[in-house]
């Protein structure tokens, strides 16, 4: 960068035009052009013009499809501006919620191609409409901003290079063994050289339980340390989740995810000294294999790119460890020995067809017997339940005067949810607060007069009065409902309840949580035995049958569907689920679902399979008939 591709003073009519907003206008720029992260300079230049413009709301826009798109805002009302689209001239008004605000909007460039426009606005009473002086400032700092932002883009563009070859000497070392171990050891390692972190580790998903087995620059280690007990158990959760999660900063939670991340693990990582993590599963269409975690002691370790750059490093290594895992699992030697077997016979044949011969055998023979992968054992009559049901009851009789909620409304612990009419507790109450006002001055009289026995008399008065009015004061408290859980309004149109009476302890409203679903289905009994506490579910819904959804059983019933609680069979028997059925074959299976995007809902028609141990072709093909050759043979000769 040159001074000429980034000048930092103003032009001398601006200097003379600027003497409120000159100093920290040249702080400004010379902060930008310090910078060589997109990022930053987009973050930086908003919080500048907000600063130096006294603005209550500023946000960047850039050309898309023929119209603006903003995609970075500060200020109030912010994320109600982000991602919006509007053409360039639908800028300068004041937006809906903007009444009374001076804008003013200035165009720039932040990147070679594209065109772009800043846009601030504040409140006319408390700051006044925008002089010529931060007219001229504003748009000094977006020509600026629009320089800088050019120059990051040259400078990312270098970074692009080196990268590449960052990637293709990853493929080269981890490819480059068929070692489970040094396959993983490999991976951490690499990741040093893209990546600044604190500690780095790979770890292997078995049956919700993580298990860690490599650390970066570490050769050895003990894996009963509880740090990284605490680290696998937050890699098991982010291995669960499936997605890859990026914790920015433990102290200001940026997302949904991460204030969830932060509510269940805020404890350890603190006790860690964490501040920010990455967390990438490592996942194929077989499922989820492993995780490959990062953590730092300071926030916002990881950028956009050196994040690309870890996501690469673990698609590579999900490869690589698939790869050596079914390494493992061939049996070579049998293998070997049994073509050995048949050698003589094959040297028989001329040279090109035993070689032909010996070809085919060997992948025939290895894809019927040595390549496993997850036996997926289809569950019937699966039900969507939330995971959490609280009945919401009152604590007073009443008749109901307000409903704050609706169906389907998420509220959180603490969230009114119902007034009761409390007129008449509000009136006693304050008549009874009144009454012992009144005896206590009648008290304080009857010392004046030295009369004890009257004075005594309403002491007692007031005393009874207050314990009156503090019972009142608690009814009247008790007429607003309030949710005792966070979760969401189950209970179909609670506004139609408005008007009608309701007894104390009478069911009001069903709060349940959905971002976990408990899924119910029927396994048949050829299969049970295959299924264990810990398996993964992989399921699609009718709603949505491009996306894949996964949970884990948490619960296998003992009593089967068509087996009463009592050993009797046939009728109406009781599930594992408290559901009845009705003769219907299978024993009752549970597992939980998460549901973090909020888009399964109770009800819904599912397609599950429960994914068990792993089986060859040769074994999906025999067992139904081995299965009914052995029952044969046990029942002629038993």
């Given at each position: 960068?040159?001074?000429?591709?980034?000048?930092?003073?103003?032009?001398?009519?601006?200097?003379?035009?600027?003497?409120?907003?000159?100093?920290?206008?040249?702080?400004?720029?010379?902060?930008?052009?310090?910078?060589?992260?997109?990022?930053?300079?987009?973050?930086?230049?908003?919080?500048?013009?907000?600063?130096?413009?006294?603005?209550?709301?500023?946000?960047?826009?850039?050309?898309?499809?023929?119209?603006?798109?903003?995609?970075?805002?500060?200020?109030?009302?912010?994320?109600?501006?982000?991602?919006?689209?509007?053409?360039?001239?639908?800028?300068?008004?004041?937006?809906?919620?903007?009444?009374?605000?001076?804008?003013?909007?200035?165009?720039?460039?932040?990147?070679?191609?594209?065109?772009?426009?800043?846009?601030?606005?504040?409140?006319?009473?408390?700051?006044?409409?925008?002089?010529?002086?931060?007219?001229?400032?504003?748009?000094?700092?977006?020509?600026?901003?629009?320089v800088a932002l050019r120059n990051a883009e040259r400078v990312a563009a270098n970074d692009r290079t080196s990268d590449l070859e960052l990637i293709m000497e990853m493929s080269r070392a981890i490819g480059s063994t068929l070692d489970l171990d040094r396959v993983m050891r490999a991976v951490v390692n690499l990741a040093m050289r893209a990546i600044r972190f604190d500690r780095g580790a790979i770890a292997l998903y078995e049956r919700g339980k993580c298990d860690i087995r490599a650390l970066a620059g570490v050769e050895k280690f003990d894996r009963e340390d509880p740090e990284l007990q605490d680290l696998a158990v937050r890699g098991a959760w982010a291995a669960g989740v499936g997605e890859a999660f990026y914790l920015s900063d433990r102290t200001e939670a940026a997302s949904d995810a991460e204030r969830l991340f932060l509510q269940i693990f805020e404890g350890d990582l603190e006790a860690d000294g964490v501040r920010s993590g990455l967390y990438i599963p490592l996942k194929d269409d077989e499922g989820v294999l492993g995780i490959l975690l990062f953590e730092a002691e300071r926030p916002e370790f990881a950028t956009e790119r050196q994040r690309e750059l870890a996501t690469i490093l673990a698609n590579q290594a999900t490869v690589a460890l698939r790869n050596a895992q079914l390494y493992q699992q061939v049996?070579?030697?049998?293998?070997?020995?049994?073509?050995?077997?048949?050698?003589?016979?094959?040297?028989?044949?001329?040279?090109?067809?035993?070689?032909?011969?010996?070809?085919?055998?060997?992948?025939?023979?290895?894809?019927?017997?040595?390549?496993?992968?997850?036996?997926?054992?289809?569950?019937?009559?699966?039900?969507?339940?939330?995971?959490?049901?609280?009945?919401?009851?009152?604590?007073?009789?009443?008749?109901?005067?307000?409903?704050?909620?609706?169906?389907?409304?998420?509220?959180?612990?603490?969230?009114?949810?119902?007034?009761?009419?409390?007129?008449?507790?509000?009136?006693?109450?304050?008549?009874?607060?009144?009454?012992?006002?009144?005896?206590?001055?009648?008290?304080?009289?009857?010392?004046?007069?030295?009369?004890?026995?009257?004075?005594?008399?309403?002491?007692?008065?007031?005393?009874?009065?207050?314990?009156?009015?503090?019972?009142?004061?608690?009814?009247?408290?008790?007429?607003?409902?309030?949710?005792?859980?966070?979760?969401?309004?189950?209970?179909?149109?609670?506004?139609?309840?408005?008007?009608?009476?309701?007894?104390?302890?009478?069911?009001?409203?069903?709060?349940?949580?959905?971002?976990?679903?408990?899924?119910?289905?029927?396994?048949?009994?050829?299969?049970?035995?295959?299924?264990?506490?810990?398996?993964?579910?992989r399921l699609r819904v009718d709603a949505y049958p491009q996306r894949t959804f996964s949970g884990h059983v948490t619960a296998i019933s003992p009593v089967g569907v068509g087996v009463g609680v009592d050993g009797s069979t046939g009728g109406q028997v009781v599930g594992s689920n408290g559901a009845t059925g009705n003769g219907a074959s299978g024993f009752p299976v549970r597992a939980l679902v998460p549901n973090d995007s909020d888009l399964v809902r109770p009800g819904m028609v599912a397609y599950a399979r429960v994914l068990t141990d792993p089986s060859s072709v040769l074994g999906r093909v025999t067992r139904e008939p081995w299965r009914r050759l052995r029952l044969f043979w046990w029942r002629i000769w038993s």
């Open positions: 960068m040159t001074a000429t591709d980034l000048p930092l003073t103003a032009t001398p009519v601006g200097q003379a035009a600027l003497p409120d907003v000159f100093d920290p206008l040249h702080g400004a720029l010379v902060e930008l052009a310090a910078s060589l992260d997109a990022r930053e300079i987009e973050t930086k230049t908003v919080s500048f013009a907000r600063a130096i413009l006294r603005a209550d709301r500023v946000s960047a826009w850039i050309e898309r499809d023929g119209s603006l798109t903003c995609w970075i805002a500060n200020g109030e009302g912010a994320e109600q501006v982000t991602g919006a689209t509007a053409p360039l001239e639908a800028l300068e008004p004041a937006m809906e919620d903007e009444e009374g605000m001076a804008i003013l909007v200035t165009p720039f460039r932040p990147s070679e191609s594209a065109l772009g426009a800043l846009r601030v606005a504040r409140d006319l009473a408390a700051h006044g409409a925008f002089t010529p002086a931060e007219q001229v400032a504003f748009s000094r700092l977006a020509e600026v901003a629009g049996p070579l030697a049998d293998t070997l020995g049994a073509i050995h077997a048949k050698k003589e016979q094959l040297l028989a044949l001329p040279a090109a067809r035993r070689l032909t011969w010996a070809i085919v055998a060997a992948v025939v023979i290895a894809s019927l017997t040595l390549i496993q992968w997850p036996l997926r054992v289809d569950g019937n009559q699966p039900v969507f339940r939330p995971n959490v049901r609280t009945q919401i009851r009152p604590l007073v009789d009443g008749v109901v005067e307000r409903v704050f909620i609706r169906e389907g409304a998420r509220v959180t612990r603490g969230d009114p949810i119902m007034q009761l009419r409390d007129v008449d507790q509000r009136a006693a109450r304050d008549a009874a607060l009144s009454d012992a006002a009144s005896a206590e001055r009648e008290a304080t009289s009857a010392s004046a007069r030295g009369d004890a026995a009257e004075e005594r008399l309403h002491r007692m008065r007031a005393d009874a009065l207050r314990r009156e009015a503090a019972v009142l004061d608690q009814q009247v408290r008790g007429a607003l409902v309030r949710s005792p859980v966070t979760g969401v309004v189950l209970t179909p149109r609670p506004q139609e309840k408005l008007g009608s009476w309701v007894e104390a302890g009478s069911e009001l409203i069903v709060v349940g949580r959905t971002d976990t679903l408990e899924l119910d289905l029927n396994v048949d009994e050829r299969d049970i035995a295959r299924i264990r506490i810990g398996d993964e579910v």
